[in-house]
T-cell receptor, first 110, second 113 residues
Framework: TQLLEQSPQFLSIQEGENLTVYCNSS?????LQWYRQEPGEGPVLLVT?????EVKKLKRLTFQFGDARKDSSLHITAAQPGDTGLYLC??????????FGTGTRLTIIP | SAVISQKPSRDICQRGTSLTIQCQVD?????MFWYRQQPGQSLTLIAT?????????ESGFVIDKFPISRPNLTFSTLTVSNMSPEDSSIYLC??????????FGSGTRLTVV
């Protein structure tokens, strides 16, 4: 079973600050996705990255896929209370099933 | 993307009993996936359900404990059998949407007392 380690596990910051969440594996991903999950709901897809070095932006969120396709980061600029939630990376190794990361619980304090 | 209706949304059950969770998808899908998410933690795949064949279970999960039905391309059930407090968790069904990633139901929060 492949392991995806996310850091930090918990993060609590003030509204307006910036933050970065990391997702790391010892194996190469064929693709990687980021999800956000709010209480009482299932995870919702934010982005899919496929190419090493790829950078995607979604409003205040910037996603980067490492050159070697073993790691990824999610950067949030000017965090807002609506960004609060559980952030999960999920990687596919070859044609195997999707494996979810350990999760980062983010709290934005108004 | 697909819309999944999952029920019940939550339940409190006595140990030793069984609970069946249902997922209905608004479009036909080949595979449906069942996950468990323990409080505050990530998702662990229980099994993959294909229509017309037995589900494929991940390591640590067995059919006798988590029987799955997949009678057609839009519906699946997961039963949690002979429950114990350790089964208290959130159970989620999902479908793959290709480039749109996985779509999830809203989950079933199970508490076993």
């Amino acid at each position: 079973t492949q392991l995806l380690e996310q850091s930090p596990q918990f993060l609590s910051i003030q509204e307006g600050e910036n933050l970065t969440v990391y997702c790391n594996s010892s194996s190469v991903f064929s693709s990687l996705q980021w999800y956000r999950q709010e209480p009482g709901e299932g995870p919702v897809l934010l982005v899919t990255v496929v190419t090493g070095g790829e950078v995607k932006k979604l409003k205040r969120l910037t996603f980067q896929f490492g050159d070697a396709r073993k790691d990824s980061s999610l950067h949030i600029t000017a965090a807002q209370p609506g960004d609060t939630g559980l952030y999960l990376c999920a990687g596919r190794f070859g044609n195997e099933k999707l494996t979810f990361g350990t999760g980062t619980r983010l709290t934005i304090i108004p | 993307s697909a819309v999944i209706s999952q029920k019940p949304s939550r339940d409190i059950c006595q140990r030793g009993t069984s609970l069946t969770i249902q997922c209905q998808v608004d479009s036909q899908v080949t595979m449906m996936f069942w996950y468990r998410q323990q409080p505050g933690q990530s998702l662990t795949l229980i099994a993959t359900a294909n229509q017309g064949s037995e589900a494929t279970y991940e390591s640590g999960f067995v059919i006798d404990k988590f029987p799955i039905s997949r009678p057609n391309l839009t519906f699946s059930t997961l039963t949690v059998s002979n429950m114990s407090p350790e089964d208290s968790s959130i159970y989620l069904c999902s479908v793959s949407q290709g480039n749109y990633g996985y779509t999830f139901g809203s989950g079933t929060r199970l508490t076993v007392v």
